[in-house]
């Protein structure tokens, strides 16, 4: 028997985009706009989503300088386009065409994120997704590390005929696993649906859900269409949810269990208090996030 359907919170459209630097053109679902907030998709805080443009060619790459992090984990979604990263522990990578950057700030990191060069030169389509996971209180101190997790590393899923298709990122999907280590239980996962295709999973009712529509057009739940650049976040009763792509379609899915703890974001740090917040301004003027060049 069918499981409950997840109830449906809202369907939205990408706010209007701002720049993170001069390389990244983004769509802030949250926490920025008011329905979601703070807390409404925890553990994940931030989602920027960088729809799809195209980037005039440029000899000097394009993106954001040397800054820091603490309290997060930042993983980064490439699907149109690539982006070069180095931090502070030393570790570096470019990330194409489906493969994704899973970077551990923890206590502290410093890092930058350009456009890789070759790419900068030609220009080209450019489509991409940040999101800041939170980490629970007693992580968020941890070491900083870097999980650079390239598409082929991902879990695989194919249906018997061929017409849904995911690479599993974290958590589960049918069974299978994801590679990406986690501080918290998270589900991540990108699934492509041929038009006329359908597919199903399910989440606790306790967790925090939604799908980011990258391309295509998707009935969810038999009652609601998404439209790209949708993102349709879901409520807290029922457990299962049912695409039906009504176009080619790529779809991020997201669900973790909340972290249900105080939250202290300021700037580039996600802390559980004021007193943290003002501890990690302290910090990183004296030194402490270590050393990047610029
Ligand atoms: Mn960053």
Redesign the pocket.
Request: cysteine-free; glycine content about 0%; hydrophobic content about 10%.
């Given at each position: 028997m069918e499981k409950p359907l997840k109830s449906i919170v809202e369907i939205m459209d990408p706010p209007p985009y701002h720049w993170v630097g001069d390389g990244f053109r983004v769509h802030n679902f949250f926490p920025s706009q008011p329905q979601i907030g703070l807390q409404g998709m925890s553990p994940f805080f931030l989602m920027d989503y960088g729809a799809k443009w195209v980037v005039p060619p440029s000899d000097k790459p394009r993106g954001?300088g040397v800054?820091p992090?603490r309290g997060i984990e930042?993983v980064t979604l490439a699907y149109h386009g690539k982006v070069a990263h180095h931090d502070s522990t030393g570790k570096s990578g470019v990330i194409g065409e489906g493969d994704v950057q899973w970077m551990t700030a923890g206590g502290a990191v410093l890092?930058k994120?350009y456009h890789e060069k070759e790419f900068s030169k030609k220009g080209g389509l450019f489509q991409m997704v940040?999101l800041w996971v939170n980490l629970p209180a007693k992580f968020k101190m941890t070491q900083a590390g870097y999980q650079a997790i390239e598409n082929q590393m991902m879990g695989k899923y194919v249906s018997d005929d061929q017409k849904c298709k995911a690479d599993i990122i974290a958590g589960e999907y049918k069974g299978i696993k994801g590679p990406a280590m986690t501080f918290s239980p998270v589900n991540l996962f990108n699934i492509k649906l041929a038009s006329g295709s359908a597919t199903d999973f399910s989440f606790p009712e306790s967790y925090n859900s939604g799908i980011l529509l990258v391309e295509g057009e998707v009935m969810i739940n038999r009652s609601k269409k998404i439209s790209e650049n949708q993102f349709i976040h879901f409520g807290h009763s029922g457990e299962e949810i049912i695409a039906e792509a009504t176009k080619d379609s790529i779809l991020l899915v997201m669900s973790g269990e909340p972290l249900n703890e105080p939250i202290a974001p300021y700037g580039?740090f996600v802390m559980n208090t004021q007193d943290e917040i003002k501890k990690a301004y302290d910090d990183y003027y004296n030194g402490e996030f270590g050393y990047l060049e610029d």
């Open positions: 954001v800054h992090h930042t890092h994120e940040q580039p």
